[in-house]
């Protein structure tokens, strides 16, 4: 973190990153002076609400965070930013945006928790968008143009006032992680409640349970290690200590946490879901009660950077065999394959929210999820199409960190890496589905297995 003293006395000439959080109402200008050098540039935090117009010279800028500010438009200047990729206006006041504001080499752009009823019409120039966050607008409808976005991965709709979408965003040929819960959709005519496990789920109070420490933390909450101290009669017997995960009140750059509470009870059990064992729902908490993972499990990987985008990034020794790729593969195709039955759609298939020991998987966060009950049949089964792309990306970073493997199993890695272009094909209707995938991983493992035995 850097001081408006340090700026304005010339002590960060020639700095690359800058960033100021002082409660500014004004744009310092002498942050022009640092247009040779300056490539990333965070104001959050302040009062901020336009930007001069010498902002444009700020020619090697790529990445500008302006999140809670009092921002009302985006202001035009930004257009004028020739490399700037990555823009951030989350939780300000902005109402519109107009038209030819925003770069035209946007990448990864950030408007959640904001109060847009609309996107500009031009959207469908900014064909290098990855990544696209929109939770927590009033947005109706999205612009037809978007179709012309073929480069987007990731976008979050959720938490808007969308009734239906239209079919091209179930079509672009590299999305992978879509989020739309929270929106009026219209229900199709053949939805039909599925039954849920929530009314079968305890409901307790925060007075049952004894807070620990902070095991780990995300967009929508705060997991603690926590210990019964009344301990439901539908759990009697089972561990004392327990994970609890307990929700933040408002939007997240998902969605809203009631939806995440609600998807996790319709999901259901399955062995490579971390179990959920109670809730909370009172006034001011929601929350989920769940078995404490073994301090043994780790992360599979961690989270996209700057750089990487929309891909998971891995430690620098991260490296598996052949067998266990494809074990924590089938694994996750067996669940994701429970899930699409539970007419739930994970939405955050990545490394980083799926936890491992050896070759056991276990992954929860439905922070991203959506039921798809809500769905017309078409894009629901589309749905299962665009996940099955964000698992064929987890095989393609899974085989980046593969030991190589005995010669014997050549075969079987080949096979994996064409599975891996079939779940990333751009055609939906030519991807395989979740259940086709697990039994495929199933034959990779037991013919590895099995020249294992003859070796």
């Not at 966060?365 to 990306?393: H, W």
């Not at 970073?397 to 014997?408: N, W």
Request: aromatic content about 6%.
């Amino acid at each position: 973190m850097h001081t408006i003293e340090q700026l304005q006395s010339g002590e960060l000439a020639g700095v690359s990153q800058l960033y100021l959080k002082q409660g500014l109402s004004e744009f310092p200008l002498e942050i022009i002076e640092l247009a040779d050098s300056l490539e990333v540039l965070d104001l959050s935090d302040n009062q901020l609400i336009d930007l001069p117009d010498s902002f444009a010279k700020l020619a090697q800028l790529r990445i500008l965070f302006l999140t809670n500010n009092c921002f009302e438009t985006i202001p035009a200047v930004l257009a004028m930013c020739p490399k700037l990729e990555m823009i951030s206006f989350k939780s300000n006041k902005l109402q519109q945006i107009g038209e030819q504001v925003l770069p035209d080499n946007t990448r990864w752009l950030i408007l959640t928790d904001n109060q847009l009823t609309s996107l500009p019409e031009d959207m469908g120039r900014l064909h290098r968008l990855q990544k696209l966050a929109l939770a927590g607008n009033r947005l109706s409808k999205l612009p037809e143009s978007m179709a012309n976005c073929r480069a987007l991965e990731l976008a979050r709709l959720s938490a808007n006032a969308l009734t239906s979408l239209p079919n091209w965003l179930f079509q672009m040929p590299k999305l992978s992680w879509l989020a739309l819960d929270g929106n009026p959709l219209n229900q199709a005519a053949s939805y039909q409640a599925l039954p849920s496990d929530e009314v079968n789920m305890p409901l307790i109070n925060l007075e049952d349970i004894e807070f620990k420490e902070v095991i780990g933390q995300g967009a929508s909450g705060v997991i603690y290690r926590a210990k019964w101290i009344k301990q439901p009669k539908e759990l009697e017997g089972t561990d004392a200590y327990i994970a609890v995960k307990i929700f933040k009140g408002e939007v997240t750059s998902d969605g809203y946490p009631k939806d995440e509470l609600l998807n996790c009870l319709q999901a259901g059990q399955h062995d490579n879901l971390i179990k959920v064992v109670a809730q909370i729902n009172q006034t001011d908490t929601l929350g989920l009660v769940m078995e404490l993972i073994p301090s043994q499990y780790a992360n599979l990987g961690l989270p996209p950077s700057l750089q990487t985008c929309t891909r998971d990034t891995f430690t620098d020794d991260s490296s598996f065999t052949l067998n266990s790729i494809l074990m924590m593969l089938k694994q996750m195709a067996s669940g994701l394959n429970h899930l699409h039955r539970h007419q739930v759609s994970h939405g955050d298939i990545y490394a980083h929210n799926t936890m491992y020991q050896g070759a056991d998987v276990l992954f929860g966060d439905f922070g991203a999820a959506t039921n798809l009950q809500k769905l017309p049949l078409l894009q629901r089964e589309a749905m299962q199409s665009i996940e099955v792309r964000a698992l064929g990306c987890l095989i393609d970073d899974l085989l980046a960190h593969c030991l190589q493997a005995e010669s014997a199993s050549q075969a079987v890695l080949t096979e994996l890496t064409a599975l891996r272009a079939a779940c990333m094909q751009p055609d939906l209707t030519l991807r395989p589905r979740f259940d086709e995938i697990e039994v495929l991983l199933q034959q990779y493992i037991e013919r590895v297995e099995a020249e294992k035995t003859v070796a």
